[in-house]
């Protein structure tokens, strides 16, 4: 059974640099033909697709967040990774890394709380 781990900071300032790692285990993330993603959910509001990593080592990102979003991989430690550059008080949310099967996100992290404040 695939579980997916989110880790990193909880508190971070106005323009800096938000990093965070998903850890996948019980499947690789290069295994045909999953998709490898990040979502987030402000407070009040729904849930937004921010991109992915493809098992195939594509990328594709949300048009709203691409100019200060990054996802990456490393196979080694079979994790992948989300930068958002330039943060706002508005990134404020919880953020999920998500699996993509082709039809549906049908595996879930627990979800990390990112809080962007000086």
């Known amino acids: 059974q695939v579980q997916l781990q989110e880790s990193g900071p909880g508190l971070v300032k106005p323009s800096q640099t938000l990093s965070l790692t998903c850890t996948v285990s019980?499947?690789?993330?290069?295994?045909?033909?999953?998709?490898w993603n990040w979502i987030r959910q402000p407070p009040g509001k729904g849930l937004e697709w921010m991109g992915f990593?493809?098992?195939?080592?594509?990328?594709l990102y949300s048009p709203s967040l691409k100019s200060r979003t990054s996802i990456s991989r490393d196979t080694s430690k079979n994790q992948f990774s989300l930068q958002l550059n330039s943060l706002i008080p508005e990134d404020t949310a919880v953020y999920y890394c998500?699996?993509?099967?082709?039809?549906?996100?049908?595996?879930w992290g627990q979800g990390t709380q990112v809080t962007v404040s000086s």
């Open positions: 990593i493809g098992y195939d080592n594509s990328n």
């Open positions: 019980g499947g690789s993330i290069t295994t045909s033909y999953y998709y």
């Open positions: 998500a699996r993509w099967s082709g039809n549906y996100f049908d595996t």
